[in-house]
T-cell receptor
Framework: GEDVEQSLFLSVREGDSSVINCTYTDSSSTYLYWYKQEPGAGLQLLTYIFSNMDMKQDQRLTVLLNKKDKHLSLRIADTQTGDSAIYFCAESNMGRRALTFGSGTRLQVQP | KAGVTQTPRYLIKTRGQQVTLSCSPISGHRSVSWYQQTPGQGLQFLFEYFSETQRNKGNFPGRFSGRQFSNSRSEMNVSTLELGDSALYLC????????????FGPGTRLLVL
């Protein structure tokens, strides 16, 4: 079945770049997503990338996709304390529609 | 546009009771999905509705059910509650009938005592 894996924790200093990594197993994945969850809140869609792309940039966020290795990363430039949250990687395909999530990476930004 | 809204936000029930959670999607969105989030199992897909039809169902027992109304609002029901049903229940809506780019609500936190 589908599986998505992420590292559990990342700590960075304010102003540095953060890179959160994710691997997935389903070769038919069509869409790959990054969601952010702050304490007590729902999931905020940060960005997504189609599987036929290898990079997408959106302000401070850069998503890189290596389809051959099934590896997705999210780079946050100039990380701020407000970026502290749990970041979830997710994937889906056109047939399945349901999102399969990783376990989330807790990003801690130190002032 | 207003985002996805879920009611109630918090709920306390006892074992054996049943519960109904409500979700209003973003205006114009016809696809609604439900997910359960727990510390142990993470985020798991429950079911997905489009135009009042359940199109996809996750691996949950029959105690979990849902429906969608003609205005795209959705409800999910859990009968005979168990302690393990304590979770954050998240609803998501999508503008596309393919269900990609799902936008989530704030969730309903259910505690079963």
């Amino acid at each position: 079945g589908e599986d998505v894996e992420q590292s559990l924790f990342l700590s960075v200093r304010e102003g540095d770049s953060s890179v959160i990594n994710c691997t997935y197993t389903d070769s038919s994945s069509t869409y790959l997503y990054w969601y952010k969850q702050e304490p007590g809140a729902g999931l905020q869609l940060l960005t997504y990338i189609f599987s036929n792309m290898d990079m997408k940039q959106d302000q401070r966020l850069t998503v890189l996709l290596n389809k051959k290795d099934k590896h997705l990363s999210l780079r946050i430039a100039d990380t701020q304390t407000g970026d502290s949250a749990i970041y979830f990687c997710a994937e889906s395909n056109m047939g399945r529609r349901a999102l399969t999530f990783g376990s989330g990476t807790r990003l801690q930004v130190q002032p | 546009k207003a985002g996805v809204t879920q009611t109630p936000r918090y709920l306390i029930k006892t074992r054996g009771q049943q519960v109904t959670l409500s979700c209003s999607p973003i205006s114009g969105h016809r696809s609604v999905s439900w997910y359960q989030q727990t510390p142990g199992q993470g985020l798991q897909f429950l079911f997905e509705y489009f135009s009042e039809t359940q199109r996809n169902k996750g691996n949950f027992p029959g105690r979990f059910s849902g429906r969608q109304f003609s205005n795209s609002r959705s409800e999910m029901n859990v009968s005979t509650l168990e302690l393990g049903d304590s979770a954050l229940y998240l609803c998501a809506s999508s503008p596309s009938d393919r269900g990609e780019t799902q936008y989530f609500g704030p969730g309903t936190r259910l505690l079963v005592l």
